[in-house]
């Protein structure tokens, strides 16, 4: 199949050699009112199919055959122009258009519509200014841009961000469906973000309704930037480099003042033996390792080059583009991705009435990256031992300083973080190709289109976990070398075939898309572990190990094969272009489930109200236009086989199975039952949206206003059985979210300065209406849910903090002997009371005792506002752009403060130690040093709940344009990306993406080992010749 597709695109490709028309040819240039560039597209008049577009500098060449005395030229926010063909030579200045927002045209599911008959709220980001960044990943894009959409991003080189649209409904799959030249895909991080021409965000039902069962989560759809019939072969380089630097390090306790810290609770064997080691004194100790400093580079270099080349002749376009990316991390040992990717494009016109098409992605990545665990490490490291033996070569990396090299005998337990990143390696090879072909045909007038895509995804991983034989002490070793390798591989079919019927008559104008859709999607891994692997990265196999490949001592295997056939509609009515109506319906059939069939509705309304006649005589709105949706999505994101029964055989096991009556059937010696049979289905959101879209003042401003009510139902998730260990999977709750949406562009001119001003903000409430009668649900971090809980509960938003809510900290003894709790906590447990400069708890249900009672919502890692502005100037050849973004009203559980629980003589970061209480009146928030490390003060509570709102500069960029010969355009820039955060947040960063960066429910939010958010610095460079 790959071969084929291979062979045809070079057939498309050869054959463009030979279709160019070379008998008349006019240029010109296209500029606005005041002389500047406008890229256009330019047809001729009665011949839309022959044209081509205007580049950056405005300039454009057209070669045609046919007769003809005029050109039709147009682009988005100016009037449509016909003009004479007057000569070879033909320059055309165009108009600003008030109507503009009402005909631009917008991607939605399985087509396009005019903006200005959308009922839904669909956001169109502009690829063109969110590649002034310099993102490498396309999701990254989505940042601040729209509106009620959140990204959560990772520090890591090559890992992907989290994205949610509308809030969280599911305990599964949150991540949106994205379409990339119609492929389902789960995220898009392989993509090239220069080779995309336009994201479209379909946000509520009635837009996603058409993708059914994967658009529970919101739709983003991606259309890949695309030769123009008659273009001139251009190529275009765009690249730059530059450096990434770690931004808001956390501070660590000094070496003094660690010292101070542990001889005032009482530690000070911990730290006397190794300041001495070192002629230090308790009071001044020479040694002061910063280990984050250790652990991160100065500087990690960053490159990305991209060539592509676009052209067209009367009936072929084409398209073929290249990327280099490579990326180092800010983590000082073998840390890096690198990503290759080629995308080509061709489409052919063979008849008047037909085209085909062909679009492959092939992209290759390469990854390293140390374990994370060693920035867990650094932050209860020591500053009084050093990272190196001093008395060895420092330029010998395997002689790490440890407790025991340095004779060092003081009982504490000591992981040297810089021997966790240099020793344990994990890599990992990626490669991916999307091929896909379509034809389209158009008959009756062009009034009726078939189209039918077949489009595949084939992806292969190979992953490698390398731990070599080493020995630092007896904490830290590896007594055997171990292998463990994993290969996964994904293939995915979708074969689409749409009809469309457009027509009008009179003031009446309608549209009808009738569709079919069929994809099958296979996923299968492999893994295998070995011992006694050599070192070398050339013998990473397990049949290299000792004993050959009876080396091995695990393996596995795990998959998946799920198919679906789907039936889909969609109908859209306008009267005057001012009354609008929307509806659509999919069925959806799925193997993964017992009942097979789904189905999804909407209905969309909309009421031009500019184009009134009530609205003509005034001059305020150019639009002005209300609506409304309802509609049914779903989600598919659970396993396929999870409500399927699973029977364990084994001496040890006995089940009952059956029943008789209302009675238990018969106990089965031998047999068990694994996980219980249940009808799943897949979760429903049945969501509704008003929205008003608006422009003024000439267009010079736009913006929308949305409110929203989504609600999932059908939840998806394992409860336990009553009398039983045992649990059963299946659809048992509800989730709730709601909120506003606002978004607002100005865009003017004073003079020659032209500047833009953009902002959004969005507001949600998340909340667990339904648990079907579970009181509740805990989760948390894995290692540390029992101590620090998150919980799931009717009434709460979803994994809500859960634990006692701080109010002070006990000042004196009467204090304490004043208050019920201590006091009777006093009297129970005289070995170990409460002291002054301990927490405080408050008694919530004033019962005088610390229970279960005095557990409260501690706040949740969902924020309730997420917004993002950005500023652009323009002035004559210089211009930049500023970008914001940030969230408010979330929570952070930070795991790295209460680790403490588990390592009391660990250090701790400097606004901790700073703060301690000190003595009466000195805090009311902090501990004392000895009540930092009790087990009182350790307890689940407000005092590790810290708050996660930020404001960050996502981007600033300076750039000057310029041409050389006036055909090329140039454009040189310097970018500064993610050079500021303001938070109160004591920790890397107060976007966590979750445990070890996975999108894992459970662990949102809680910071224990989060690699650092960097800053990004460069000069780039863009020519188009």
């Known amino acids: 199949m790959k ?40 047809t001729l008049k009665g011949f839309p199919s022959v044209g ?91 940042q601040g841009a729209v509106s009620g959409v959140q990204v959560v991003s990772s520090g890591a080189p090559g890992s992907s961000p989290i994205v949610r649209v509308r809030g969280v409904g599911s305990f599964n799959n949150e991540s949106p469906l994205y379409v990339v030249d119609g492929m389902f895909m789960n995220n898009i991080d392989f993509l090239n973000p220069n080779d995309i021409a336009e994201m479209s965000v379909l946000k509520d039902a009635s837009g996603a309704a058409i993708y059914g069962v994967r658009a529970a989560n919101g739709v983003i759809i991606v259309t890949t930037k695309k030769g123009t019939l008659n273009m001139k072969t251009r190529v275009t380089y765009n690249g730059y480099t530059g450096f990434q630097l770690p931004t808001n390090v956390l501070k660590m306790a000094n070496g003094t003042q660690y010292a101070a810290y542990a001889r005032a609770k009482g530690d000070e064997y911990i730290v006397k033996n190794s300041i001495e080691k070192f002629g230090g004194t308790l009071e001044n100790p020479t040694m002061n390792t910063d280990w984050y400093n250790e652990l991160l580079r100065s500087k990690a270099l960053i490159t990305n080059h991209n060539v592509d080349v676009q052209g067209g002749s009367d009936k072929i376009t084409y398209t073929f583009g290249v990327n280099y990316l490579d990326q180092d991390g800010i983590m000082d040992a073998e840390n890096y991705h690198r990503k290759y990717n080629i995308r080509m494009q061709t489409e052919a016109r063979v008849a008047p009435w037909l085209k085909i098409g062909f679009t492959a992605h092939i992209n290759n990545t390469r990854a390293y990256r140390p374990s994370n665990v060693a920035f867990r490490q650094a932050y209860f490291a020591s500053p009084l031992y050093p990272g190196y033996d001093p008395s060895l070569e420092q330029a010998d990396p395997i002689k790490f300083g440890t407790s025991a090299s340095l004779g060092i005998t003081s009982g504490f337990w000591f992981n040297n973080p810089l021997a966790t990143a240099y020793y344990n390696n994990n890599q990992n090879k990626g490669f991916q190709i999307l091929p896909s072909a379509y034809l389209e045909a158009e008959f009756w007038k062009n009034k009726l289109t078939f189209r039918s895509q077949l489009s595949q995804r084939y992806q292969s991983n190979h992953g490698t976990e390398y731990t070599p034989v080493y020995y630092i002490d007896n904490n830290q070793r590896s007594e055997r070398s171990y292998l463990r390798s994993a290969q996964g591989r994904n293939t995915d079919y979708i074969l689409d075939n749409l009809l469309t019927y457009k027509d009008q008559a009179g003031n009446h104008h309608w549209s009808v898309l009738l569709g079919q859709s069929v994809r099958e999607e296979r996923w299968r891994e492999t893994w295998v572990s070995a011992n006694d692997v050599p070192a070398a990265p050339e013998f990473w196999y397990v049949g290299q190990g000792a004993q050959g490949i009876g080396s091995a001592t695990g393996y596995g295997e795990n998959g998946f094969r799920n198919s679906g056939l789907s039936f889909f509609t969609r109908g859209t009515y306008d009267y005057k272009n001012k009354y609008l109506l929307t509806a659509t319906f999919r069925a959806d059939g799925s193997s993964k489930y017992q009942t097979k069939w789904g189905y999804f509705p909407s209905v969309g309304l909309g009421w031009v109200l500019s184009r009134e006649k009530f609205m003509e005589n005034q001059s305020l709105f150019n639009l002005l236009k209300i609506r409304g949706s309802w509609g049914l999505l779903g989600n598919d994101g659970i396993q396929p086989n999870a409500g399927y029964a699973i029977v364990n055989s084994g001496n040890n096991n006995s089940g009952i199975f059956g029943s008789i009556g209302d009675s238990y059937g018969a106990r089965v010696p031998g047999y068990r039952v694994g996980r219980f049979f249940t009808q799943v289905r897949w979760e429903v959101v049945e969501e509704w949206d008003g929205g008003l879209d608006f422009a003024l003042l000439n267009n010079r401003l736009n913006g929308t206003v949305d409110y929203y009510h989504r609600k999932t139902k059908d939840l998806a998730f394992s409860r336990p059985i009553p009398f039983m260990w045992d649990r059963v999977y299946g659809n048992w709750g509800t989730v709730a979210n709601s909120g506003w949406e606002f978004h607002l562009d100005w865009k003017d001119k004073v003079g020659q300065l032209g500047y833009n001003i953009g902002a959004n903000l969005s507001t949600l409430k998340n909340e667990v209406t339904d648990l079907a009668g579970l009181a509740n649900i805990m989760n948390g971090f894995p290692e540390w849910a029992a101590e620090f809980p998150a919980r799931i509960q009717e009434g709460q938003p979803i994994n809500y903090y859960y634990g006692y809510e701080v109010a002070g900290v006990y000042q004196n003894q009467n204090e304490i002997d004043a208050d019920p709790i201590a006091s009777r906590y006093n009297q129970q447990n005289p070995g170990s009371p409460i002291l002054p400069g301990y927490l405080k708890y408050k008694d919530q249900n004033n019962n005088g005792e610390l229970d279960e009672a005095d557990r409260v919502n501690l706040g949740s890692y969902i924020p309730k506002i997420t917004y993002g502005f950005n500023i652009g100037l323009n002035y004559k050849r210089f211009d930049m752009n500023i970008a914001f973004q940030g969230v408010s009203g979330n929570k952070i559980h930070n795991l790295n403060r209460a680790m403490r629980r588990k390592y009391p003589q660990m250090n701790a970061d400097a606004a901790f130690v700073e703060g ?14 000895q009540g930092s490390v009790a087990s009182w003060n350790l307890q689940a ?66 910071d224990a080992n989060v690699y650092p958010i960097s800053s990004t610095y460069s000069l780039g460079l863009r020519a188009s010749f």
């Open 916 to 929: 301690l209480w000190t003595g009466e009146g000195s805090t009311n928030a902090y501990p004392s040093a």
């Open 941 to 1006: 509570s407000s005092f590790f709940v810290e708050s996660g709102s930020y404001l960050r500069i996502q981007n600033i960029q300076v750039g000057y344009n310029f041409h050389i010969k006036e055909s090329i355009p140039v454009r040189i820039f310097a970018t500064a990306d993610r050079p500021a955060i303001f938070t109160r947040y004591n920790g890397f960063s107060p976007e966590i993406a979750g445990n070890g960066n996975t999108a894992q429910e459970a662990t949102m939010g809680y």
């Open 52 to 142: 081509t577009t205007s580049n950056e500098a405005g300039t454009y060449s057209l070669t045609y055959t046919q007769t003809a005395d005029s050109l039709v030229i147009s682009s988005i926010g100016y009037r449509k122009k016909t003009v004479p063909l007057t000569g070879a030579t033909v320059n055309v200045e165009m108009q600003a258009d008030g109507n503009y927002q009402l005909d631009e045209v917008v991607i939605v599911g399985y087509g396009t519509q005019r903006k200005g008959d959308l009922t839904a709220p669909v956001t169109t980001v502009n690829m063109e200014q969110a590649n002034k960044r310099t993102v490498t990943n396309p999701m990254d894009a989505l």
């Open 3 to 42: 071969n084929k597709f291979l062979l045809f695109a070079l057939v498309m490709f050869v054959s463009v050699c030979y279709a160019q028309a070379q008998n008349r040819t006019v240029t010109g240039k296209i500029t606005d009112e005041q002389g500047r560039a406008v890229v256009a597209s330019i």
